[in-house]
């Protein structure tokens, strides 16, 4: 059972980058697993979407998004975050992505993919004064991954800005609290518990997901039985959840099972099986025979939903 700890362990890791106009950017490093990224991500994506923008930076291309509305959907699966806004969307790995059911990625892939490194930075101009503010990912080639835009207080509505001397330093305050708990340590992590580990179920809904694409009674009925039961999991629909052709493919992200050839009646009882009893239905899990015991992510919950590119969509 992961236990989750509220109270991050400073690395006392600072590192100034001299950039050639004579501007630098400083780094304070902060701890990346998914229980302190996890809390965080949430927190900017849920709570601060106005205030946050999203991007990516190197020489020669800058890419910023904004947030015009909250996402609709914020979740993980298989170690991919899946932002998804009117406009765009975004995935980003947060845990190892074990490629499906069948654990596909190779390891050494795995490693790549994921933050391996995150700091908290500030940007100083050629005079040394700070001009802008945010978070930078890493992956574990040393790759800058995504950039996260903090709120600047030399920016007015629209990005204009503001008339010299003038700057809004109360716009500072989320990257001051940031640093308190992330960076710092002296502040706790203002959740109990990861809320990118809250539980989930979600049926796929794809077109391609044969011989049955008739998801709606399944996801019905998972809906019901979780009402039923009272208990404390969405159920959701998903892009394709890599198996496929053995449809309808329900996945439950509290131990990562996938089940095929899902019924209502099947869907019905894994809730009361599964979620309250914590005994899979052999007969219709994915791969045939696995187990929360032989799982990778045996003991673990996550909540989820889809990456693109070579698996499941959130929809
Ligand atoms: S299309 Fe449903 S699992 Fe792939």
């Known amino acids: 059972m992961n236990h989750f700890c509220r109270w991050i362990e400073p690395l006392h ?21 998914i229980d302190v990224t996890g809390p965080l991500l949430h927190t900017l994506f849920q709570e601060h979407w106005r205030e946050v923008e999203i991007g990516h930076v190197v020489e020669g291309s800058v890419l910023e998004l904004e947030f015009k509305q909250p996402p609709k959907i914020f979740v993980v699966y298989d170690g991919y975050l899946t932002v998804v806004t009117e406009g765009w969307h975004l995935h980003l790995c947060v845990e190892e992505h074990q490629g499906g059911p069948l654990c596909k990625t190779p390891s050494a892939l795995r490693r790549q993919r994921l933050i391996q490194r995150a700091a908290l930075y ?6 040394g004064q700070p001009c802008s503010w945010g978070i930078q990912f890493w992956n574990g080639a040393g790759e800058k ?17 503001l008339p010299q001397g003038r700057p809004r330093q109360d716009k500072l305050k989320l990257y001051d609290e940031l ?32 011989p049955s694409r008739n998801w709606k009674p399944v996801y019905d009925a998972l809906q019901q039985a979780v009402d039923e039961a009272g208990l404390d999991i969405t159920v959701m629909t998903a892009g394709c959840l890599e198996v496929c052709k053995l449809g ?7 131990d990562r099972s996938w ?19 914590g005994e899979k239905l052999q007969a219709h899990l994915y791969p045939s025979g696995s187990s929360s015991s032989d799982s990778p992510s045996a003991g673990k919950s996550e909540p989820e939903l889809n990456r693109g590119h070579d698996s499941a969509k959130a929809q």
């Open 122 to 127: 500030r940007q100083r101009n050629e005079r």
């Open 179 to 210: 640093r308190s708990i992330y960076v710092l340590g002296e502040r706790p992590i203002p959740f109990e518990s990861n809320p990118l580990k809250r539980p989930y179920i979600s049926v796929c809904r794809s077109s391609r997901c044969f």
């Open 145 to 161: 991954m995504m950039t996260l835009f903090l709120p600047n207080p030399f920016l007015g509505e629209g990005d204009d800005f």
């Open 259 to 277: 089940y095929t050839r899902v019924s209502p009646d099947v869907a019905r009882e894994i809730v009361r099986s599964h979620c309250v009893n």
């Open 248 to 254: 309808p493919v329900v996945f439950y992200s509290g």
């Open 13 to 33: 890791q600072r590192d100034v980058k001299l950039l050639p106009a004579g501007q630098s950017i400083e780094y304070e490093d902060f701890p990346c697993s």
